[in-house]
Each structure stands twice: as C-alpha cells, then as structure tokens.
C-alpha cells in the first residue's frame, strides 16, 4: 500500500482558474513534504517544499501542511495551460534518502 | 548548473536479456536514487546510495542490481529482464536529505 495518497487522480481547470492538489500520507514519521510537476517526456522538477504547519507562498504557488491530519495540499491561482502536468506529492521521514512518492495528479488547464 | 544525466534515454530488449542503464550526476551530490514511474503507482524507490561503494535496498528491489562505482556515476542493472521491468526509469541526485532530489530526463525501457 503506497504510503502518500494524492486525490483527485485528475483535475481540469479554466484558464485564470484556481487548481487544487491534496495529498494525505499514513506514515505519521513523515515530517518533510515536496510538491513536484513533470511535463511530459521530461523528468519531475521540485516545485516547493513545505517543512512546517501552515501555509506557504511562492508566486502563484500556496502550499499548506497539517501535520497533526497527516494532510498536504498545492493550490496554484491564476493556472496558465503551461501548468498542465503531473503533480506529484512526496514525502520523507526519519530514513536516511527515502523519498515516498504519491502516484500523482494529473492537471489540464483549458485555454 | 546542476545536472543528471541518464543513458540511453530508449531501450527496448528481449525477455532474459541483460540491461545496464547509467546515471551521471556533476553537482558533487552524496545521495543518488533509481526510481521507476509506473502509472498509477507514481515514483517508486528501487535503489539508493550514500556514496561511491554503497548501497541501499527501496521499496521495489525485485529483478534489479546496482552499483554506484564513483560519487558521480550509479549504475542499474537488469540481469534477466522481464516484461513486468517495462517502464521509465528515473535516476536522481541529491545534496542531504532537506534538499529536493534533482532528476534526470529518464529512460524508457521495454522488455519484449
């Protein structure tokens, strides 16, 4: 059973809109949340990472952490169609080097 | 600027073949990982490495050996390749554990 569960399995958005991405892990070691996109034929690239409970602002970028819920999310505002990719969540806890990957949300962003 | 670089980027073998795929990293990075994506199961651990001479089991070890000769080169190998070993294959570098591991641009390989 994967350890980071990633809903919704896919998501289209307006462009302009608001694309929401949760992740929820059942291993309460984990204690270091990353959000990263991959587009396609390309390899995953981190997007931000989130260490601390609360949210988290880069850009057009907000991620939140709950540690108490186990629960992560992204939400990307104002999404443009070159957001459109697999985002993933992925977590780490007290192993050395061990990145647990949930198995991804698809975005499509409609022009 | 930081890099990982697989090699080949395709490959397609028979069932029982043998199959070496590379990985090179030029950021002077500790950690190196083999990852295998899978739809519908995302990224998956295979291996990891400390540094040169070491050697960790992931979550998905089955069918796969590796070997990491130098700080900047991890090697996966796939002794007798089966159809279930199709997928793409991702190698990644990182500097510690706080930092978010740097992907390559991935192999595909298919087992015939």
């Known amino acids: 059973q994967q350890k980071v569960q990633q809903s919704p399995e896919s998501l289209s958005v307006p462009e302009g809109g608001m694309a929401s991405f949760n992740c929820t892990s059942s291993?309460?070691?984990?204690?270091y949340f990353w959000w990263y996109r991959q587009h396609s034929g390309e390899g995953p690239k981190a997007l931000m990472?989130?260490?601390?409970?609360g949210d988290k602002k880069e850009g057009r970028f907000t991620a939140h952490l709950n540690k108490a819920s186990l629960h992560v999310s992204l939400h990307i505002r104002d999404s443009q169609p070159s957001d459109s990719a697999l985002y993933f969540c992925a977590a780490r806890g007290s192993a050395l080097g061990r990145l647990h990957f949930g198995a991804g949300t698809q975005l499509i962003v409609i022009p | 600027e930081a890099a990982v670089t697989q090699s080949p980027r395709n490959k397609v073998t028979v069932t029982g073949g043998n199959v070496t795929l590379s990985c090179r990293q030029t950021?002077?990075?500790?950690?190196m990982y083999w990852y295998r994506q899978d739809t519908g199961h995302g990224l998956r651990l295979i291996h990891y490495s400390y540094g040169a001479g070491n050697l960790q089991i992931g979550d998905v070890p089955d069918g796969y050996k590796a070997t990491r000769t130098t700080q900047e080169d991890f090697f996966l190998l796939l002794e007798l390749a089966s159809p279930s070993q199709t997928s793409l294959y991702f190698c990644?570098?990182?500097?510690?554990?706080?930092?978010?591991?740097?992907f390559g641009e991935g192999t595909r390989l298919s087992v015939l």
């Open positions: 990472s989130i260490f601390s409970d």
């Open positions: 291993d309460r070691n984990f204690q």
């Open positions: 950021n002077s990075h500790n950690y």
């Open positions: 990644a570098s990182s500097d510690n554990n706080n930092q978010a591991p740097l």
